[in-house]
C-alpha cells in the first residue's frame, strides 16, 4: 500500500510539473507597488530579451487590485523601447477592473484582491535581436492611485 501512494504521489508531481510549464511564455515579470498605491512619479520598466525576430508575439499587462479600489477603470500608458534606444510606439490603453455598470470586480481573485491580464499589443514583430524595455505609467487623475498593488508584463509567443 505504501508503495502505491508513493507511485501515485510521484505521477501527481509530474503532473503538476509538467502542466506547469508554459512554452509560449518568453518573459513575465511582475512588481509590487509599495503601500498599494501607484504614484504616478512611479513608472517601473520591463526589460525583456528577443532572440527570434522571425517570430510573431503578444505582450500583455497583469494588474493585481484591491476590492477598494474606487475606479472601475484604469489608464495606463506604455512605452516600448528597442534595443537600440529608439522609442518604438506609446499608447494609451483603458482596462476595465470593474464592470462600469454593476461595480462587480472583474478578473479571477478571491475576497478582496483581484487579478487582471491585458493584452496589450497583438501579434508584434520584433525586428532587432536584443534587449528590450516597456515602461508602464498610470494615467488616472488621482495620485497616488490606491488599491493598485501589483503591475507587471508578459510577453509570450503568438501560438502557431
Not at 498599494?36 to 508575439?57: G, H, K, M
Not at 477598494?68 to 483603458?94: D, I, M, Q, V
Not at 498610470?138 to 495620485?143: I, L, S, T
Request: glycine share 6%.
Amino acid at each position: 500500500m505504501r508503495k502505491l501512494l508513493m507511485r501515485v504521489s510521484g505521477l501527481f508531481a509530474l503532473v503538476l510539473l509538467l502542466a506547469g510549464c508554459d512554452t509560449n511564455r518568453v518573459f513575465e515579470e511582475n512588481q509590487d507597488l509599495p503601500e498599494n498605491q501607484w504614484p504616478v512619479n512611479l513608472a517601473p520598466v520591463y526589460a525583456f530579451e528577443i532572440t527570434d525576430t522571425t517570430q510573431r508575439y503578444n505582450v500583455y499587462f497583469n494588474v493585481r487590485n484591491a476590492v477598494h479600489y474606487p475606479f472601475y477603470n484604469l489608464y495606463l500608458r506604455h512605452y516600448l523601447t528597442a534595443p537600440n534606444g529608439e522609442l518604438l510606439n506609446s499608447y494609451l490603453h483603458e482596462m476595465y477592473l470593474m464592470d462600469p455598470k454593476t461595480g462587480e470586480p472583474l478578473g479571477s481573485g478571491a475576497g478582496d484582491i483581484f487579478d487582471h491580464q491585458f493584452r496589450a499589443l497583438k501579434n508584434v514583430k520584433f525586428r532587432q535581436a536584443g534587449t528590450y524595455r516597456l515602461k508602464l505609467n498610470q494615467y488616472m487623475r488621482q495620485d497616488p492611485l490606491p488599491g493598485i498593488m501589483s503591475v507587471g508584463v508578459r510577453v509570450e509567443k503568438v501560438a502557431q
